[in-house]
């Protein structure tokens, strides 16, 4: 069975730094995406910052959060900088991934971690 873990959630103030982390393990063969996203309440899901063939980030957090992935550790990152209240949010890390060869493609997600960012 795979599991994604995430770790490194707090509270902090504005204008200070996070970094989230991300462990996937169990039967992997080959991981093709993983990424960021966070969940508001009342909001919807939305992605943060994605690393595949290409990355990407939302407008909200360019310039200020960088994504980076350890491919042979299965790991990826979230360093968060110049936080903001409107920051705060449930952080979960998604991976798309097979477990077998040829095998078909699965969604797994991470139970996700509170970031909150006091103003």
């Known amino acids: 069975q795979v599991q994604l873990v995430e770790s490194g959630g707090g509270l902090v103030q504005a204008g200070g730094s996070l970094r989230l982390s991300c462990a996937a393990s169990?039967?992997?063969?080959?991981?093709?995406?993983m990424g960021w996203y966070r969940q508001a309440p009342g909001k919807q899901r939305e992605l943060v910052a994605g690393?595949?063939?290409?990355?990407t980030y939302a407008d909200s957090v360019k310039g200020r959060f960088t994504i980076s992935r350890d491919s042979a550790k299965n790991m990826i990152y979230l360093q968060m900088n110049s936080l903001k209240p409107e920051d705060t949010s449930v952080y979960y890390c998604g991976a798309d991934l097979t477990v077998v060869a040829g095998g078909e493609g699965l969604e797994v997600w991470g139970q996700g971690t509170l970031v909150a960012v006091s103003s």
């Open positions: 690393s595949g063939g290409t990355t």
């Open positions: 169990g039967s992997i063969f080959n991981i093709t995406y």
